[in-house]
């Protein structure tokens, strides 16, 4: 089993869904086949990944299939912009359908003989009620709804009126095909529900062809029926929708096999917002950077931001599936991308706060070239040659004047090693005329190279450095959450962070990172995992956007 944890990410064979699944299988199912339908209307989220490798994986781990399904019967809000990026994004999160990538739409015509032959057979009406008249009608939770005016209309006229809808003789909003169920029903998605609405829209890919469309909770059953699907996997808020799903299925005749639908839990996590519409909504308010800023929690985001796909199926593995809502602690995905990058990404020294340090006992002009290891975690990865020179940058917060209580890193008169090169020991500081620290003077002691087998004495703290002469300039964005802790005030309006984004100009960074290219990950020494931005790094000016940094406060449980 341990390897099909790694291939499925999904090795949590104890869930539920697996019990109905075997259960299945050990039945007179004979293949498990699944889908991933998502509505072309915007980007995919970390909230998509759960189903993604959910569906997917299933199909995997039971050697069955899974496909993509574009679930596009509401014309208004869907393009060919979020088919494209949705397909990108599946496949970058390692998952293949194969032949099997599907538009509802394409099953329009199949559509609309079953709502045919639902009138036909007396199960189907056409209605002029208004959608307000609708809800007066539909009643309430306690009390039962009331029966349309329009409910027994002959056959005959149903089926011209359904046909003149479809003709386009009616204007949006003034008819409905609708089920003819029970308005008694103490389910209210089984009084009498909308099948089929009135859109004089054009759709993405059948233009102007049809001027009505069917609702969700027509069309998906049947999607899953037409497909031979054998389970049908969505989130909680369907399951009182099943006993429609069933019905249409059952009613369109598809009996043999039918579909299951099986919900689960949706994924929401701190500090985030996690829906297509929240998330347009910031985008649209120009608060971000696009569907893709390193902040979203969309796939192309997380892309963007240095997450990887391994870390992301490992997040979705870890979370499980269950019935019951919860919010999941942003700290786990962060977890999962650290664990991911901390044997696989280069080490490299760069300094976010420069301060100037001069060894004032070391030779003008001479260069030492110092070897370090590219990752101390995996010596397969080698190592590099950091040049070492008179003057080096540090880090501002690695030094202080007056040193507080605990603090091991350089002071006036202190010692400290310089990472893979000499111990230094402050001698001077030196200050602009407003007082600022620019300078820091040290001397090293010859002695204490690293690698030379030196033992002479302890130091407390390393610091990380840079050559003045050989570092290469660079722009690095530190991110914080993109939401605060509860992200909608009382008015139900969405508040950013007001601290999710800090722009550094001018990092200094060691020569190796010349080879770095758009979308390569590294661990900047002391400063967390950064990758260089796909979007805004030039050759001559790379971009950093910090991933994570290298501590956090998060506990696995
Ligand atoms: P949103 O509310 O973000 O717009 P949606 O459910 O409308 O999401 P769809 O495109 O219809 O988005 O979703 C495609 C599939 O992804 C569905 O099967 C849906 O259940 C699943 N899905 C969407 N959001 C989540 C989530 N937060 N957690 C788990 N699965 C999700
Ligand atoms: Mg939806």
């Known amino acids: 089993m341990a390897e099909e944890k790694k291939e499925t990410g999904l090795s949590n064979t104890g869930n539920f869904i697996h019990n109905y699944i075997q259960e299945d299988l050990e039945g007179k199912l004979n293949k498990l086949h699944t889908r991933f339908p998502p509505e072309p209307n915007g980007y995919l989220h970390i909230g998509h990944a759960k189903s993604i490798c959910l569906n997917f994986g299933l199909a995997q781990l039971y050697g069955g299939k899974c496909n993509l399904r574009f679930d596009d019967t509401n014309p208004t809000k869907e393009d060919v912009e979020y088919v494209d990026s949705i397909k990108e994004d599946v496949k970058w999160l390692g998952f293949d359908w194969e032949e099997r990538m599907y538009y509802a739409s394409e099953y329009f015509e199949k559509f609309y003989e079953i709502a045919v032959k639902l009138i036909k057979e007396g199960k189907a009406f056409v209605c002029d009620l208004t959608a307000e008249q609708m809800r007066q009608y539909r009643g309430t939770l306690n009390t039962p709804g009331k029966e349309s005016p329009y409910r027994n209309r002959t056959i005959e006229e149903n089926l011209d009126l359904f046909e003149r809808m479809k003709a386009g003789e009616f204007a949006d909003g003034t008819k409905t095909l609708r089920a003819k169920i029970d308005m008694s029903s103490p389910n209210i998605n089984m009084r009498d529900p909308v099948l089929y609405r009135i859109a004089h829209a054009s759709h993405h890919r059948t233009g102007d062809k049809w001027c009505i469309y069917p609702m969700y909770d027509f069309a998906h059953p049947l999607e899953d029926a037409i497909e031979g699907i054998t389970h049908s996997i969505c989130t909680m808020e369907f399951e009182d929708h099943r006993p429609l799903y069933d019905w249409v299925i059952r009613q369109a005749g598809y009996t043999v096999n039918p579909p299951r639908q099986i919900e689960f839990a949706r994924l929401g996590m701190t500090n985030t917002v996690m829906s297509k519409r929240k998330l347009r909504a910031l985008v649209e308010e120009g608060l971000v950077d696009g569907w893709d800023d390193p902040r979203m929690p969309t796939i192309c985001g997380l892309r963007r931001r240095g997450f990887t796909p391994e870390a992301i199926r490992d997040f979705c593995e870890r979370i499980g599936v269950s019935k019951a809502n919860s919010i999941v602690d942003s700290g786990l995905l962060e977890y999962c991308i650290r664990d991911d990058l901390k044997a696989k990404a280069k080490v490299v020294m760069a300094i976010l706060r420069p301060l100037k340090l001069v060894i004032t006992n070391y030779p003008q002009g001479q260069i030492e070239l110092m070897d370090l290891e590219n990752n101390p975690e995996n010596p397969e990865l080698g190592t590099r040659q950091v040049p070492f020179t008179r003057t080096l940058y540090i880090e501002q917060d690695d030094f202080m004047e007056e040193p507080v209580k605990k603090f091991f890193r350089l002071a006036p008169g202190k010692e400290v090693r310089l990472k893979g090169a000499y111990f230094v020991t402050c001698t001077d500081v030196i200050k602009d005329e407003q ?70 100009e001018n990092c200094y960074i060691e020569p190796s990172i010349e080879e770095a290219k758009a979308g390569d990950q590294y661990q900047f020494m002391r400063n967390g995992y950064f990758c260089v931005d796909t979007k805004d790094s030039k050759e001559n000016a790379l971009v950093f956007n910090r991933i ?9 449980k």
């Open 435 to 504: 007082g600022n620290i620019v300078e820091v003077h040290c001397t090293y002691d010859p002695e204490t190279k690293s690698g030379s087998g030196f033992e002479g004495r302890k130091v407390k703290g390393t610091l990380h450095w840079v050559s003045a002469d050989h570092c290469i300039k660079a722009t690095a964005r530190l991110y914080d959450y993109m939401m605060l802790d509860n992200p909608e005030d009382v008015n139900g309006d969405m508040i950013m962070n007001p601290n999710s984004l800090e722009v550094i």
């Open 548 to 556: 994570v940094s290298l501590k956090s406060s998060f506990k696995l």
